[in-house]
């Protein structure tokens, strides 16, 4: 990944009263959020979260942050404070605590839940856990956190102020300023003004939205949507959204009630979420209206509604599967109506078409966010970030959690407000906040940890290079033997093409190509087994690039017999 400033060498070692910034994550993207806060040789880490792979790192389940720099260091981190429970923000924490199990982890209940039923999975166990509310205040080793409400795309969001003896950091966390949102938790903007009054040094502010102008809509703006639908709806409707969305859930619930339908989880994420939201008294279920999937498929088409994952696409997810008609219980047919209640995430519009595409074809009526206002963004838009510089008043500002286009955009609007100084890094830039003063000083190693499998890390950018030629360009395996004692060919060569419709025939063309090179290569001294299959990999890369405009993955084997 690139670096705004280069040029940058490893930081200087921290003067005592300084506090020190580094993203490991979020800085550059939409994802994969993780930033470390160090004072006086103490480290705090806000949140730990994953970023799910594109079409160009095939293979790759799950990118993490890379916090190899601080590796050596994690026994010196104090907690670890979780924003909210969006995958992008917990997901990596499994990861980091198989480094050092015993980090405390800070959060909201919600967000703490979530979590522990990740980590059950991972089969970790149940590590020191801080229940925080808004409100509360709590200290580890220099840092006095503080804990505000914020209003997100899922309940129990927070922003945490850190004070240190080198100043105050506000951390907004993901966050927007819903005015009328479901559960009724606004964002704490009194707080904001407080602690802005008290002297907020450093403001770390979400960019999401940042170029999107006015305010995001709220989220009471879709139910009349959701009310729509299920009205026009004559037949079984299937909701797919997050996982996590349990404000989303919420109103198709009370839809689903109001018209007289039940509703059945499908997807083991969603089963597993809204059973823990259930619980703890987040998601309010109407009497007798959830029912078990296969419960739900004996009821009359009319009444059924079901809640599923899905709605980016992924191909092993329910909706993927209902689509293709090979779901277990359920089977679409012409006439149910599909809602797609999510937005579309960068790099996931083919597959998120591709399963439009797969429903309408069995006849189903899908609505998305093409077509209707079924979803409203999480994130605060430029007026919302514009008022929370004007009460906020900090003196330093460091956009986070955004592509660069998105934290350059909300530096030009923290300017605008007449903030005295706007630093704009990404992942591995590291900030120093010295004298009330923050600024770039340098920067760490920093880049992309792959999970495949089970494996973590192991991955590199020239296996995916790899991995992109093969499922581009196929490949071509070569076997030669040589008779060790005339240096003549003395079996071969034997080609085999996959992935690139190359038939045998036309690979009949280049061996004696291949013969005639090894022979030229023996005379000339060559013996070592490694040149000769550089000498077959050269002939046959020339000849299948001339002849079939094509660069394949070449696999040369020469043996000596």
């Known amino acids: 990944m690139s670096h705004p400033h280069p040029e940058l060498s490893a930081p200087p070692a921290l003067p005592d009263h300084g506090l020190r910034v580094i993203p490991f994550g979020g800085l550059g993207e939409v994802g994969r959020n993780m930033t470390a806060f160090e004072h006086q040789g103490r480290l705090l880490i806000v949140d730990c979260g994953v970023l799910f792979p594109e079409d160009h790192q095939p293979g790759v389940d799950l990118i993490l942050p890379d916090w190899s720099s601080i590796r050596d260091r994690l026994d010196t981190v104090e907690a670890l404070v979780l924003t909210h429970g969006h995958e992008d923000h917990i997901g990596a924490t499994p990861y980091l605590l198989r480094e050092r ?248 519009e083919n597959a998120v078409y591709r399963v439009i595409n797969g429903l309408a074809r069995w006849g189903a009526n899908v609505v998305h966010k093409g077509n209707a206002m079924v979803h409203v963004s999480g994130h605060a838009s430029a007026g919302e970030l514009l008022y929370c510089y004007n009460i906020v008043q900090p003196r330093n500002v460091l956009p986070v959690h955004g592509e660069i286009r998105h934290m350059q955009a909300n530096a030009a609007l923290a300017r605008m407000t007449g903030v005295p100084n706007v630093v704009v890094a990404e992942d591995g830039v590291v900030v120093d906040l010295v004298d009330g003063v923050a600024q770039v000083v340098g920067k760490v190693d920093c880049g992309y940890v792959y999970v495949d499998g089970s494996s973590v890390g192991d991955v590199t950018e020239s296996d995916l290079k790899d991995r992109r030629i093969l499922g581009e360009e196929g490949f071509i395996s070569v076997i030669v033997v040589m008779d060790s004692v005339t240096g003549k060919v003395a079996s071969g060569p034997e080609i085999h093409a996959r992935g690139n419709a190359i038939d045998a025939a036309s690979l009949e063309e280049v061996k004696p190509a291949i013969i005639e090179a090894l022979d030229l290569a023996v005379a000339e001294g060559s013996t070592d087994t490694y040149q000769l299959q550089q000498t077959v990999r050269r002939v046959i890369g020339r000849w299948v690039s001339s002849t079939h405009r094509r660069r394949p993955m070449i696999i040369p084997v020469v043996i000596d017999a």
């Open 101 to 348: 199990e015993d980090i405390p982890l800070v959060g909201s209940e919600l967000t703490l839940a979530l979590l522990g039923s990740k980590l059950r999975e991972h089969r970790l166990l149940e590590t020191v856990h801080h229940v925080v509310r808004e409100g509360d205040r709590i200290s580890f080793g220099p840092f006095d956190l503080e804990f505000v409400a914020v209003n997100h795309s899922i309940p129990d969001a927070l922003a945490v102020a850190i004070r240190t003896s080198a100043g105050t950091v506000l951390h907004t966390g993901d966050f927007k300023m819903d005015q009328l949102p479901l559960d009724g938790r606004i964002t704490d903007l009194r707080a904001f003004a407080r602690l802005g009054e008290e002297g907020v040094d450093l403001f770390l502010t979400d960019s999401t939205n940042a170029e999107t102008p006015g305010f995001t809509p709220t989220e009471k703006a879709i139910t009349p949507v959701i009310d729509q639908v299920f009205r026009d709806s004559e037949q079984r409707i299937i909701v797919a959204c997050f996982a996590s969305h349990i404000h989303r859930v919420q109103q198709v619930l009370d839809a689903a009630y109001a018209h007289e339908r039940q509703v059945a989880w499908v997807g083991r994420s969603m089963v597993r979420n809204m059973g823990i939201a259930r619980d703890l008294g987040y998601l309010k279920v109407p009497p007798d209206t959830v029912v078990e999937a296969k419960q739900l498929a004996q009821l009359p088409a009319e009444h059924q509604v079901l809640i599923s994952t899905g709605s980016q696409g992924e191909p092993m997810s329910a909706l993927a599967r209902i689509a293709q008609r090979n779901h277990n219980i359920v089977h679409i047919e012409e006439g149910d109506t599909v809602l797609l209640a999510s937005s579309l995430i960068p790099g996931n």
